[in-house]
């Protein structure tokens, strides 16, 4: 994740729950695409 500039956060306070932030910089129109990847799902490509 790191890779493409991004992050996770996460808080956990017990007896309350989890949060999970994800973070993924913003791609311009036509820069990014979603790609199929067998056993692993979909992963973002880039020019």
Same mark, same amino acid.
């Given at each position: ?36 990847? *067998? ?7 880039? *020019?």
């Amino acid at each position: 994740m790191r890779s493409y500039g991004g992050e996770m956060e996460v808080e956990s306070v017990v007896g309350q729950g989890t949060t999970f932030r994800v973070l993924l910089p913003r791609a311009a129109a036509g820069q990014a695409r979603m790609v199929g990847v *067998p056993g692993v799902g979909l992963e973002p490509t880039f *020019p």
